[in-house]
């Protein structure tokens, strides 16, 4: 095989032709002919770039991928500096390739994964899940059945991973908390004085008032969750990371982006999908019975000792967690784009307004 492509005008019909014939997913005598490489969904995320490869073949081969996704890293320096510091690369080749046939939640088909850690080079090629689904809009949100599906399958995954000793067999899968807790010890104060440059006009002034000290108690946050169940978590479960199966798709709803899968408390997922997926309107119509669906579709799948206002105290702790780690992602993420810029206005501006509509501050006198 020759070297990991590291951008998508590299992935020639010569190296695809190798690629899928040595994974089996074509026949031994079919060949790549051409292959033209459209970047997309671009402003959907942060810190991967994505690309549809639509290919055409020597000749006919029925079961041969017509359309695929190629995911490589961030080509912006501060992104892929990010997320090389987190192992999201890393850990996304490693889902693929390990974990991803194991799960409950549908995912895009992997062809291929490939990486070279010292080099910093890494590629997946995906299922084309835009032929039998429809992606979701994290800056539309979502109306209460979309919403309602993706948290009851959001549930059942959580479910079937509740604090089971599989987990323990995933030498590679990393606790959240461990994920999270040097990056906010570390880099929090050193960046708060940007990250109030930026961004302290908007901030409501509780809010701001609070932000000195928030790293402190997020750090409290990330203990006590250490000490609650653990599950395996998706880690970036929003609406451009969902897929809603079209009439005849083999399923209701897919989950790609596995950036970030971790283990660990279940109570930071819920919140982090209802408050930056849904506009303010949507979320205040919708969050109690989305949390309540939650909660009982646990159960249904065998978790016991779960109660909804002790999982509405963590969904609370959690919201000042994820805006202690957004002055690390605020400082250090760049949107490249118009609907990159707008996307991260809302999910800011909809952390800030469920803060306060929960009263999230009081919980740290508490």
């Known amino acids: 095989m020759t070297a990991i492509p590291q951008t998508p005008e590299e992935i020639d019909a010569r ?34 770039l994505l690309a549809r490869l639509r290919l055409e073949y020597a000749r006919d081969d029925p079961g041969a991928p017509k359309t695929l996704i190629a995911k490589l890293p961030s080509a912006e320096p501060g992104s892929r ?24 939640l549908r995912t895009a088909a992997c062809y291929h994964s490939a990486m070279d850690v010292a080099a910093g080079e890494y590629l997946l090629l995906l299922e084309d899940l835009d032929a039998t689904g429809l992606a979701g809009d994290q800056l539309r949100g979502c109306v209460l059945s979309e919403a309602r ?9 959580h479910a079937a991973w509740w604090e089971s000793p599989r987990l323990d067999a995933i030498d590679w899968l990393q606790r959240g908390s461990d994920v999270f807790r040097e990056p906010l010890r570390l880099m929090y104060p050193a960046l708060l004085p940007r990250f109030m440059e930026l961004y302290g ?7 701001a008032a609070a932000m000195p000290g928030l790293d402190s108690y997020a750090l409290a946050v990330i203990d006590a969750m250490d000490a609650s169940p653990t599950t395996l978590t998706h880690g970036d479960y929003r609406l451009d990371n969902l897929f809603f199966g079209r009439q005849g798709a083999p399923y209701r709803l897919a989950a790609v982006d596995w950036q970030s899968v971790n283990r ?14 849904l506009t303010a309107e949507q979320r ?18 065998g978790v016991s000792g779960i109660e909804e206002d002790q999982f509405l105290t963590d969904y609370r702790r959690a919201l000042l967690f994820m805006l202690a780690g957004g ?11 118009e609907r990159g810029v707008a996307l991260f206005e809302a999910i800011f501006d909809r952390f800030l307004t469920a803060v306060t509509d929960l009263d999230a501050l009081a919980l740290r006198h508490e």
């Open 15 to 48: 190296w695809l032709t190798e690629t899928l014939r040595a994974g089996g997913h074509v026949a031994p005598d079919t060949a790549v002919a051409a292959v033209d490489a459209e970047r997309i969904a671009e402003g959907a995320g942060f810190v991967g």
């Open 81 to 104: 500096a990010l997320a090389t510091m987190f192992g999201l690369y890393e850990r996304e080749v490693r889902f693929y390739a390990e974990l991803a046939p194991h799960i409950e």
């Open 149 to 157: 599906l993706a948290v009851s399958e959001l549930a059942r995954f």
């Open 201 to 207: 006009e908007r901030l409501p002034a509780p809010i």
């Open 264 to 277: 660990g408390a279940a109570a930071f997922e819920l919140p982090y999908f209802i408050v930056t997926n």
């Open 284 to 301: 205040r119509a919708m969050e109690m019975d989305l949390l309540g669906l939650y909660v009982e579709t646990l159960r249904e799948g």
């Open 327 to 337: 002055v690390i992602t605020g400082t250090t993420l760049q949107a490249t784009n």
